[in-house]
């Protein structure tokens, strides 16, 4: 294990065990509100970012954060007001932001090449000031999430219910999607804009299958995304490829090899119901015979019982059938 105790391997190994945990946390309530894709979006969006970092020269990281937390603030109440559903504000994510960035980093006079580092990510090359970046946000997401974990969770499985019990639905929407979005851009030298959704939704799908409840499910898919960036981190400086890639390949292989034990686990843990002996008789018990004759019109209370009319007659339940009635 002499790759400990080099220096851009430490970097790295914090840098990803803080986007492995982050990236699930957030990716809990997105998946939550079926907004999968929306780490997509922002990733293309922070691009814009990128591009105006080197075109102004300054540093990419904290402006790519405030424009993708002010784009995905846009979108959200673009969403809310009902001018741009939610696909076409993720359209407006995808396309708006990649070709502002691609323009911004033509007119920088840098090519495609420059912002690969960013788009599929560069782990190895992670700085100290990057590193302080990454922890400084990461700890805030994951302060934020948490604490409010009861609040957001009511927001992004039912609006009208979290309304209804005064809870603040649009700054809390506002919340979740910063969150997200400071989530991609941290993520941006790890896995990379590119493939940083796969990170914030893979290890939520793979946690639904192996555990149950909501609050069960968060924790675990930080477990599981922190596995998967370590290893994978470790794994690339041997196989000397690159992490983020690897990271995500990780992640997915074990929600495949989550399938099987999630089947098993139902099977283990369903329930045994004991059918009817379909052999038995049926009890027919007929009521007493009385010459009134039930209907609409008759006076007695009539129940909708099991697809036809029970009719209460002396503090008994009749129904008609053929040329008599059944007592039920």
């Known amino acids: 294990m002499d790759w400990f105790s080099l220096a851009f391997m430490q970097r790295a190994l914090l840098a990803a065990l803080i986007t492995g945990v982050t990236a699930p946390a957030i990716g809990t309530f997105l998946v939550q509100r079926r907004l999968s894709l929306l780490g997509d979006g922002l990733g293309h969006l922070a691009v814009a970012g990128v591009g105006l970092a080197l075109l102004t020269g300054t540093a990419p990281l904290p402006l790519a954060v405030a424009i993708c937390v002010a784009g995905s603030i846009g979108i959200e109440l673009l969403r809310e007001s009902g001018r741009a559903s939610g696909d076409v504000g993720l359209a407006i994510l995808f396309y708006g932001g990649l070709s502002a960035g691609l323009l911004l980093a033509g007119l920088a006079g ?37 604490g ?37 851009t941290v993520s941006m030298r790890t896995v990379g804009l590119l493939l940083v959704s796969a990170l914030m939704v893979v290890p939520v799908a793979t946690a639904n ?44 292989a074990v929600f495949a090899l989550s399938w099987p034990v999630s089947r098993a686990l139902q099977r283990r843990h369903r329930p045994v119901v004991e059918l009817p002996d379909d052999s038995a008789p049926a009890v027919h018990e007929l009521a007493e015979t009385h010459p009134h004759v039930h209907d609409a019109d008759c006076g007695h209370l009539a129940v909708e019982h099991a697809g036809h009319t029970d009719y209460i ?4 339940r009749h129904a008609a059938h053929e040329d008599h009635y059944d007592e039920h």
Do not use: K
């Open 209 to 252: 299958h192996v555990v149950v409840g909501f609050r069960n499910g968060l924790f675990a898919a930080m477990g599981l995304g922190a596995v998967a960036a370590l290893s994978g981190t470790v794994g690339s400086y041997y196989l000397n490829t690159a992490p983020g890639s690897l990271i995500v390949v990780i992640a997915i």
């Open 313 to 316: 007659h002396d503090g008994h």
């Open 110 to 146: 840098q090519g495609t090449g420059t912002l690969s580092a960013y788009l599929f990510g560069s782990l190895l090359t992670i700085s100290a000031a990057d590193l302080w970046y990454i922890t400084i946000l990461g700890a805030i997401v994951l302060a934020v999430t948490i």
């Open 148 to 184: 409010l974990l009861p609040q957001l969770f009511a927001v992004s499985a039912d609006e009208p219910f979290a309304r209804s019990i005064g809870l603040r639905v649009r700054l809390l929407n506002v919340v979740v999607v910063s969150l997200a979005a400071v989530t991609v």
